[in-house]
T-cell receptor
């Protein structure tokens, strides 16, 4: 149980295009989802927190107009990288938590590798 | 603010040798602590977690960690390392908003 999926696992796009990444909780309802970003050989940095049905809360330094987050249902959150540039190339990982499961634990997706040419 | 520090960027051990990866946390109350492992190009796998109770926590793949409040530490140990343990290891603490605050990671290399 407690599986989180991400789609796509890998995406290559041209500079200036937008890319949407999906994060789904497959067997539980995720009241909160988190989006992290990981540059090569670095740690994961929290980008934003999204609660179902409300606006996402962005960490300092993360452009909300560039990284659009939608958490429209209890099983799906999407991250859209708008007008992507090469510096946006990174590994994006989502996680989800539910008050019905282990309250203090998050369940991580497998990640999406974005390469912007 | 909650944070964790992993002092060792890279550790090399011989296969069969014991392993200890260090993690120090900064948190006012009782922290919720985690260890994750990440293989190259892969997502995170939870090894173990500490919320409360017994300070010695057993995890998967033969790993264990000990919570020491007096030292603000949560070090990860394994008595005998296997070549397949080579990976990046992250210590994390739960933040106030239920997010995760990760350490910088420790890369483990296993020599044959």
């Amino acid at each position: 149980g407690a599986v989180v999926s991400q789609h796509p696992s890998r995406v290559i796009c041209k500079s200036g295009t937008s890319v949407k990444i999906e994060c789904r909780s497959l067997d539980f309802q995720a009241t909160t989802m988190f989006w992290y970003r990981q540059f090569p050989k670095q740690s994961l940095m929290l980008m934003a927190t999204s609660n179902e049905g409300s606006k996402a809360t962005y960490e300092q330094g993360v452009e909300k107009d560039k990284f659009l987050i939608n958490h429209a249902s209890l099983t799906l959150s999407t991250l859209t990288v708008t007008s992507a540039h090469p510096e946006d190339s990174s590994f994006y990982i989502c996680s989800a938590r539910s008050g019905d499961l282990s309250y203090n634990e998050q369940f991580f997706g497998p990640g999406t590798r974005l390469t912007v040419l | 603010a909650q944070s964790v520090t992993q002092p060792d960027i890279h550790i090399t051990v011989s296969e069969g040798a014991s392993l200890e990866l260090r993690c120090n946390y900064s948190y006012g109350a009782t922290p919720y602590l985690f260890w994750y492992v990440q293989s190259p190009g892969q997502g995170l796998q939870l090894l173990l977690k500490y919320f409360s109770g017994d300070t010695l926590v057993q995890g998967i793949k033969g790993f264990e960690a000990e919570f020491k409040r007096s030292q603000s530490s949560f070090n990860l140990r394994k008595p005998s390392v296997h070549w397949s343990d080579a990976a990046e290891y992250f210590c994390a603490v739960r933040g106030n908003n239920n997010d995760m605050r990760f350490g910088a990671g420790t890369r483990l290399t296993v020599k044959p």
